[in-house]
């Protein structure tokens, strides 16, 4: 089995989450689009900011995973992408 690394440029990194200490030993990673209700999505609540911020990327990897190993559409014009598969 082959081993897929994927590199996430620091400088580049889209920050969609917000992590914030609550009480005096947690820190919670919140979306930062609000919801219907007007409040964030909580993420999750971690022991340190480093899990929390090692969270935060995974979140990011996995909302960008589709970009990563998305095909090219097939051309409309190709006869195969016509047919209906049963």
Known sequence: MKKIKIAIKE??????EVIRKVGEK??????KKKGKDGERRRLGCYSSRKAAEKREKQVNYFKNIDEL???PPKSPSDPESLVAKE
Do not use: I, Q
């Open 69 to 71: 190993y998305a095909l």
């Open 26 to 31: 947690k820190w919670c990673l919140y979306s």
């Open 11 to 16: 400088g580049k990194k889209a920050k969609n």
